[in-house]
């Protein structure tokens, strides 16, 4: 698993009794030792853990530091044979006459550095300010503490030489809750992954701006976010503390712990260090920072450690998405189409308007993105209070139609009261091959018509279908009379762009495609939504028909039954797979091994060998690279999400690149 870039977190909240330091140190080290036996690479404490937050006035007691200063020295002696990884202890400490709020950075049995609190809550229940000194007091960059000399402040970094992007940055509590916290600029620095030890107690509403402060810091900087807070233990006098714990990752709020539960919790998750490094170096401006020379960036310090970074356990400790693409939250999900329902229609009205309105050609096959395309044209003309009759709509039959599909089209436009005009194209395809001197399949032409080469075509034998030029004679004649009838509506989604499903200059090609950043897993469920939520009756009902039906080009033969013979999916792959690739693949830049180890541990609705995802990566990476040249000519359309392939935005890549490094390391047979 480290392999991958991934860094096992936890945040911990032991029982605690206040004031009891050696009891507080036991169940430090108890929790060390839990943490370690699931292998947990980083380990963050809550404030002041092992004193207790509440001892208020008792801080000032010379017993009370000196327990504080034991309970660290044996934590720090005793850790060394529990836990292997790094942990953050918050504890008070005197020093030089002051006593600091500090959080205590271990490994390998030693003190690596103190990061004391910046800022002192002194309002309402907090009283911060009458207890420590603030960091800004400190007149010394070291400090004596179990027996060493340990590099001390709030300008120090731990980086790990063992694992690629591991440097660890500490704050505590209220520094979060600051404009500029001192995590900002540690992460501006450098750090990945940051920590908070925090006593912060519950009042009504706090939980969720907590969880809003941690979420969205963890985005502004790019980075892990590990919160730990105190629990119960804490509780006294006025206030209340409910153990709240979070971890988040770039905006994502990974893991959370259940608030008022009693005894000790351990929050353990697997952070992506990959993701992070990926998204820093593509968002050029995160690095801007460092021109502001006010900022003192230049006094940051570099604390390195090394990291044992063997495997301990071989689960992961990490949801992964089968559907990245697709909310599994049915409330969230139902959001997300109507943002996206309602971007495709504000874009198409864009440009219908600025261009005069002209007449909108679409071919319509009864399939799911025809069917989203032609939903989204008709909500644009009923938002511009422009007539149905604007829409030329046409099915195209041909040699590999089915009556399935062609019924759909004709039940689609009847129930949208849009005007649908049928032209059988295989007398224009047989023209076409004719004179091209193509012979479709090994039939030769001469003196063949439409029925008679349609009976040859239906009864091929299985190993016999498979005739490129056939297909894209079709694609290509369905474009030509579309683009002679009007301003024609592209259909194809991003998806099918991605592995070059599509015929240059036929399908490939429109004048505006409201899809064109639409994955395919995700257009079933915008067909779906908007049966629920814009249309009703039979247009609802044929919405719903088209959602249950297999996904197919249909251009090559039916069969001698009428049945189809080309299913998409046998061909490119399982589309829940193509979206999973493409989606870990451009959005965060990861390396084939790292899909294929996320493949394996996701819950897909089918399941498939180690064998079958290697195989359909491999698929996925030779179309990806060999189809970019379809892609660089893309017509224009709306940016919906994270990830899209248009060569005006997201995605700039040379035509001609090779897949050779992908494919490699992809590995297995071929």
């Not at 007398?427 to 063949?448: K, S, T, V, W």
Request: hydrophobic share 40%.
């Amino acid at each position: 698993m480290n392999t991958h870039g991934f860094l096992r977190v936890a945040a911990a909240c032991p029982e605690l009794r206040v004031a009891d330091c050696p009891f507080n140190a036991d169940r430090t080290l108890a929790l060390m030792k839990r943490a370690d036996a699931q292998g947990v690479n980083l380990l963050v404490f809550p404030e002041c853990g092992l004193t207790g937050y509440t001892c208020h006035d008792l801080f000032h007691l010379q017993s009370l530091q000196r327990a504080a200063e034991d309970a660290l020295a044996k934590v720090v002696e005793k850790s060394a044979q529990v836990f292997r990884g790094v942990a953050v202890v918050g504890v008070p400490l005197a020093i030089e006459g002051q006593l600091y709020n500090c959080a205590a950075v271990i490994h390998a049995g030693k003190v690596l550095g103190i990061v004391p609190k910046t800022y002192l809550p002194n309002y309402k229940e907090f009283y911060d300010a009458r207890y420590f000194c603030p960091a800004d007091n400190a007149n010394f960059s070291a400090a004596s503490c179990a027996g060493q000399s340990v590099p001390f402040g709030t300008n120090l970094l731990f980086d790990c030489r063992t694992m690629n992007g591991f440097t660890l940055g500490v704050e505590v509590c209220e520094d979060l809750w600051m404009p500029v916290p001192p995590s900002s600029l540690q992460a501006i620095m450098g750090a990945t992954v940051l920590a908070n030890v925090s006593a912060s107690n519950e009042v009504i509403g706090k939980a969720g701006y907590r969880r809003q402060l941690v979420s969205s810091q963890s985005a502004r900087c790019i980075a892990g976010y590990v919160y730990s807070c105190c629990g119960d233990g804490e509780s006294t006098t006025d206030i209340v503390f409910g153990g709240h714990c979070l971890i988040a990752e770039n905006g994502v709020v990974m893991a959370e712990s259940e608030r008022f539960r009693h005894g000790q919790q351990l929050l353990v998750t697997d952070l992506d260090l990959d993701r992070l490094l990926h998204d820093r170096i593509q968002t050029n401006t995160f690095h801007d920072a460092n021109r502001v020379a006010d900022l003192g960036l230049g006094k940051y310090r570099t604390l390195s450690f090394d990291l044992d970074v063997a495997p301990r356990e071989p689960r992961f400790v990490r949801a992964v998405d089968p559907s990245p693409f697709v909310p599994s939250d049915p409330a969230t999900r139902d959001d997300r189409c109507r943002d996206i329902f309602r971007t495709q229609v504000t874009a198409l009205g864009r440009r219908l308007s600025h261009i005069g309105t002209p007449p909108v050609s679409i071919g319509v096959s009864g399939g799911l993105d025809s069917t989203l395309a032609l939903l989204v044209v008709c909500k644009t003309l009923d938002e511009w209070g422009i007539s149905h009759d604007h829409v030329r709509a046409m099915t195209m039959p041909g040699y590999g139609t089915s009556r399935e599909t062609r019924e759909n089209a004709h039940r689609l436009a009847r129930a949208l009261d849009v005007t649908l005009r049928e032209a059988d194209i295989r007398q224009m395809c047989l023209d076409q091959m004719r004179a091209i001197g193509h012979a479709p399949f090994g039939i030769r032409l001469d003196g063949e018509t439409v029925e008679s080469l349609s009976v040859k075509l239906q009864n091929l034998p299985d190993h016999n279908r498979s005739d490129l030029v056939f297909e894209n004679v079709q694609a290509r004649v369905r474009t030509s009379l579309l683009m002679n009838a009007g301003f024609v509506i592209g259909t194809g989604d991003m998806s099918e762009l991605a592995l070059g499903w599509c015929t240059y200059n036929a399908d490939h090609m429109s004048m505006y495609n409201p899809n064109v950043s639409i994955p395919k897993t995700l257009v079933k469920f915008l067909v779906e939504w908007a049966a629920h939520n814009e249309f009703d009756g039979a247009a609802r009902k044929t919405l719903l028909d088209v959602v249950a039906t297999d996904i197919r080009p249909e251009l090559l033969p039916l069969d001698a039954s009428g049945a189809v013979t080309q299913l998409t999916e046998s061909t490119v792959g399982p589309y829940e797979l193509v979206d999973f690739f493409l989606y870990h693949f451009l959005r965060f830049g990861a390396t084939p091994e790292k899909i294929l180890f996320l493949a394996e541990n996701a819950p897909f609705k089918q399941t498939y060998t180690t064998g079958d995802l290697r195989k359909w990566l491999k698929v996925f990476l030779r179309r990806f690279f060999g189809n970019q040249f379809k892609r660089s000519c893309l017509p224009d359309g709306p940016k919906v999400g994270s990830v899209s392939v248009s060569p005006r935005g997201d995605w700039r890549m040379p035509s001609d690149a090779a897949a050779r490094v992908w494919l490699d390391a992809v590995g297995g047979d071929e």
